[in-house]
């Protein structure tokens, strides 16, 4: 089947979220669940990280789970699909939507924790570059020392680079593959395109994913109700842009 691309608009975002923020209140039960999965392991990493006085890797941690995001939609999906199916949603959607999804999306799963090394190489390198060994300390944030606002900087910079290659990817590739509408190049091309045809939106649509996300990670209790907003607001864009699903 022919896949036309429909143009993003404000209002199409807008329109995501929205479904997003509505099928998140009537799945709550289990996609809460699913997303306290996340925050429990993002509060040991985080509390480890802290103790071994790696506070600036707190930050770099909260933008690298922007890079292994994509491979968990499709637990998310398996709720929605289930919702949208009967209106039951149990904890098993969650194990359907990782099941029946296609081996292609786990070669893109690779690709994503591929990135994801990338990632956390380069900012280990900068990280013994700028700082050495000597271990930060929540104490250590005021006066904030010039060569830890190098070290964000930089890290920035390098994890923009991996995660705009990352959202071209996978943006609109990872719901096609849930639903097998295409094969992994066909759903790779035709996000990439989708994007660059959109690209100003595009942008904003990765900003706010990038700042409610990371934001969230930061104040980690809060990311049990925007992760599951932004999975459902992604796959709701997705079936504006490509309807017919």
């Known amino acids: 089947m022919a896949l036309h691309p429909q143009p993003l608009t404000l209002y199409s975002l807008r329109h995501a979220l929205a479904v ?3 099928m998140t209140m009537a799945t709550r039960a289990v996609a809460v669940t699913f997303s306290l999965v996340f925050v429990l392991a ?17 930050i770099v941690a909260a933008g690298a789970f922007m890079l292994l995001g994509p491979v968990i939609l499709a ?4 709720i929605a699909q289930a919702f949208e199916g009967d209106g039951q949603v149990r904890p098993a959607a969650v194990l359907a939507g990782f099941s029946t999804a296609p081996a292609a999306l786990w ?27 000597s271990p930060v300390w929540l104490t250590d944030l005021v006066p904030f020392a010039d060569d830890l606002l190098r070290f964000v900087k930089w890290a920035a910079v390098s994890g923009f680079v991996v995660a705009l290659m990352l959202f071209c ?25 989708i994007v660059f045809a959109n690209f100003p939106l595009a942008m904003l649509w ?3 994913l990038a700042c409610v996300i990371i934001g969230s990670i930061l104040l980690l209790p809060v990311l049990s109700l925007t992760l599951p907003w932004l999975a459902f607001a992604s796959r709701a864009l997705y079936r504006q842009v490509l309807p017919g699903a």
């Not at 070669?107 to 060994?133: K, S």
């Open 75 to 78: 637990g998310f999906f398996g």
């Open 169 to 193: 990817v996978s943006a609109f590739s990872v719901p096609l593959l849930c639903e097998r509408r295409a094969g992994l190049v066909e759903a790779v091309a035709l996000s990439v395109r």
């Open 20 to 22: 997003g923020w509505r």
């Open 206 to 208: 990765a900003a706010v």
């Open 42 to 58: 993002g509060a040991v990493i985080i509390g480890g990280l802290l103790a071994q006085g790696l506070l600036p890797f707190v």
């Open 107 to 133: 070669v893109l799963a690779l690709v994503c924790g591929l990135l994801f090394m990338i990632f956390v190489t380069d900012a280990t390198i900068l990280y013994a570059y700028m700082l050495g060994q």
